[in-house]
């Protein structure tokens, strides 16, 4: 069987090999078993449906919520050479009647149906009557509710379908899917574990980056300078965010497309289609496009702002780079996201426990915006998948040279705040009251008495929340669910206090001051003595052409082109029209007399760094068995190694054996008992030749190489 799926594989798809996953769905699909397939967006999970249907006898049926991607899917399986239909809502009462009949007179290897046709007497008449070789759950979260797109439609179709004797088997199709939604897909279709096939989500293509302290507007107007001709997709929060980027955009002359709810149907549908053949290279959108977006070569998302939960910020992130080719994610962040996303939850939901749940989610994505861990792993962490290592070294906190700094103090200041504040104030006020703000709220709660009030004045108020919500991150505070979630502390906190656990962050908890002195003062003297000529010349005051603060970022960062340039705060389009040149040539000048100066900043800062740093990582280094071996120790099943790998399971044996050989440390449990190790030891030591088909031959059945190996391999006597 195995050759005949290679077969058409090739000769229908015109593909050489099964990507990670494919081949045990399509095989357990076959051999009759209901499965579920949770593979990444792009990890080509249509043919875990097309080839066993392809292979069986009779219709397969596929279930989709994507209506807007049935034509398209039924196209491309017509350019195959297959024949296929689709049934929804978009069709004629004429049309549909005709496709049924057709459906009906068996003429179709593959049938795209919405959920709701089975409320349709006629359609389910005519479906109980059919031959069927499987019936696929496409996006198969959306069936349970505890998925970050429930549709009830979807989920009351499966008793439906269960009253039917005529569907011999199952697929279910997800790339998002966390621990609960995959137990409830299972239980509602009766899919045993044995067969669930997960590659895992990490997307290997796709490189992560959190972007936080700049100009939204400007940030993403050097990025698409930067990548001309790309196609991006950027996501606001709003329609009015949307609308206003758009207008911003195509005012410096950016060919953007935009679609939001807002708009007519006929300039949606026109926008997206500018978008996916190409005309337009970048669209602008809310979260109400890209469900049905199959396009592949998006090499970019931009997200202007931090969306309500990491389940929507994964899907919208991972509509780039389908193609499996390098492609980035890039999340703005500012403070003010947060306010939105609560406003949301607050105006959307009316229920208590649903209300909590959201929050619960939110603080996750604040989690996300916080951490200075590895962005990827952090994703993975979330659904619960585990990557088998700490830096993916493509993310922005992962390629991010800055050291660490031991901020171990600060931290414990902050705990013992939170702890005098009685646990029972958020962010804002623990930070005011650190500042030692005279906000007159601190006032009426006798906070200014605190022995930590105005602990840590040196510090913006800002720059406190920053720290206090980077604690939260790294799990060193708890916080309280809800709208205003009150700070905790945990067993970390009470390990960090201690001075039992240090607490590391990449940039330090520096004073404002500090910060301050942190340029060049002899090009920052310079430069202000080329704004005062300038400024004379021009008959202006000197601030009209740049403040202090622009003058030490240049100090600071040597930005030495336009883009650099616009990355600095106070210098606009305009003014780097006007003044830019000048103060480059300035800071060129200075740079050439200290050729060592900058060589590590400019390129950290200054620059529209999530262009420069970042190239994704083309080729893993380590040595195969190695990948294998650290997997393992993370704790993922050769099963899963195998499938994620794409390799056999008993290479995947070979390779823990291996590591074993050269000395790195295994857990040997899963491969026998200390009874079994005995007995091997024992025939081992009464053969006179002892190779391992004859030690295998003085045992019983159940032990079989891999176990006989395992135990040679860990008494070094292979
Ligand atoms: P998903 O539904 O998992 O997001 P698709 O099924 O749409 O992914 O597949 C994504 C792309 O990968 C499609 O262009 C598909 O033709 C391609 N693809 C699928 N399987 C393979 C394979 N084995 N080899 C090469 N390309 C593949
Ligand atoms: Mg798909
Ligand atoms: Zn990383």
Redesign the pocket.
């Known amino acids: 069987m195995s050759d005949k799926l290679e077969h058409i594989?090739k000769s229908y798809?015109g593909?050489?090999?099964?990507?990670p996953g494919?081949k045990q769905v399509i095989v357990d699909v076959v051999n009759g078993f209901n499965t579920l397939a949770v593979?990444?967006?792009?990890?080509?999970?249509?043919?875990?449906y097309q080839i066993p249907g392809l292979t069986l006898d009779g219709t397969a049926i596929i279930i989709s919520p994507l209506i807007s991607l049935m034509k398209d899917q039924v196209d491309a399986l017509h350019a195959l050479g297959i024949k296929a239909t689709y049934l929804n809502s978009s069709l004629s009462p004429k049309e549909q009647q005709e496709r049924l009949s057709d459906i009906a007179a068996g003429q179709y290897t593959f049938v795209y149906v919405a959920p709701e046709r089975f409320e349709s007497n006629l359609f389910a008449n005519t479906i109980r009557q059919l031959n069927i070789s499987l019936v696929a759950f496409?996006e198969a979260h959306c069936i349970s509710q505890w998925g970050h797109d429930f549709r009830p439609s979807y989920r009351s179709i499966v008793p439906r379908l269960k009253k039917l004797t005529n569907i011999p088997v199952y697929v279910a199709?997800t790339?998002t899917a966390t621990e609960d939604v995959m137990t409830d897909i299972r239980t509602l279709l009766d899919i045993s574990p044995d067969h669930m096939v997960n590659t895992g989500f990490e997307r290997d293509n796709l490189s992560f980056h959190l972007v936080k302290g700049k100009n939204k507007a400007t940030y993403i107007k050097h990025f698409l300078d930067e990548r001309k001709g790309e196609s991006g997709i950027i996501y606001t929060a709003t329609r009015k965010q949307a609308d206003a980027l758009y207008d911003q955009l195509r005012r410096q002359g950016t060919a953007v497309e935009k679609y939001h709810a807002g708009l007519t149907e006929d300039e949606r549908k026109e926008a997206q289609s500018a978008f996916v053949h190409d005309e337009a290279a970048i669209m602008i959108a809310t979260n109400a496009f890209g469900m049905g977006i199959?396009k592949?070569n998006v090499r970019f998302v931009i997200h202007y702002a931090m969306p309500m939960n990491i389940e929507s910020y994964y899907q919208e992130a991972g509509r780039a780079g389908?193609?499996?080719e390098p492609s980035d994610c890039i999340l703005l962040y500012s403070p003010q996201d947060v306010q939105l996303q609560k406003f949301l939850i607050e105006q959307s939901l009316a229920d208590e426990d649903a209300k909590q749940n959201e929050y619960r989610k939110l603080q996750a994505m604040m989690n996300y915006c916080h951490t200075n861990s590895c962005l990827t792993a952090f994703i993975l962490d979330y659904f619960g998948d585990q990557p088998g290592y700490d830096a993916c070294e493509r993310c922005s906190n992962c390629s991010d040279q800055q050291e660490k700094v031991d901020i171990t103090e600060e931290a414990q200041m902050i705990l013992s705040c939170v702890k005098r504040m009685g646990e029972r104030f958020g962010v804002s006020m623990t930070a005011k009251v650190l500042k030692g703000s005279r906000d007159k709220r601190i006032r009426e709660f006798g906070l200014e008495d605190l022995s930590t009030f105005g602990l840590l004045s040196a510090y913006t108020e800002k720059d406190l929340s920053d720290r206090i919500q980077f604690l939260v991150a790294e799990n060193v505070l708890a916080t309280e669910e809800g709208k205003f979630p009150t700070l905790k502390l945990n067993q970390k906190s009470v390990d960090v206090l201690k001075g039992k656990q240090h607490v590391f962050m990449k940039a330090a908890l520096v004073p404002t001051r500090e910060l301050d002195d942190d340029y060049h003062g002899d090009l920052f003297e310079s430069l202000r003595q080329l704004r005062k000529d300038m400024a004379d010349a021009q008959a202006v005051p000197p601030y009209v052409i740049f403040s202090d603060a622009t003058l030490k970022e240049f100090a600071r960062y040597l930005p030495d082109t336009e883009s650099d340039m616009l990355t600095i705060t106070g210098v606009g389009e305009k003014k780097y029209a006007k003044y830019g040149e000048a103060f480059m040539e300035a800071i060129g000048v200075w740079k050439q007399a200290h050729p060592d100066a900058g060589k590590t900043k400019t390129v950290k800062i200054g620059g529209a760094p999530v262009i420069r740093d970042v190239k994704a990582k083309d080729v893993d280094d380590r040595p195969s068995h190695m990948i294998s071996y650290q997997m393992f120790q993370s704790g993922i099943a050769l099963k899963d190694i195998a499938i994620r790998r794409n390799i056999e399971k008993q290479t995947v044996e070979s390779h823990i054996f291996k590591a074993a050989q050269e000395g790195y440390p295994v857990v040997w449990g899963i491969f026998f008992n200390e009874e079994q190790e005995e007995n091997v030891l024992s025939v081992h030591e009464n053969l006179e030749e002892p190779k391992l088909k004859t030690i295998k031959e003085h045992l019983p059945e159940a032990y079989d190489y891999t176990l006989i190996k395992a135990v040679l391999v860990k008494n070094a006597l292979m």
């Not at 593909?15 to 990507?19: C, K, V």
């Not at 593979?39 to 875990?48: A, E, Q, Y």
Request: hydrophobic share 25%; proline share 4%.
């Open positions: 594989l798809f593909y050489d090999t099964f990507r494919q593979m990444p967006t792009g990890g080509g999970k249509s043919l875990c496409d199709l790339a199959d592949s389908r193609d499996g």
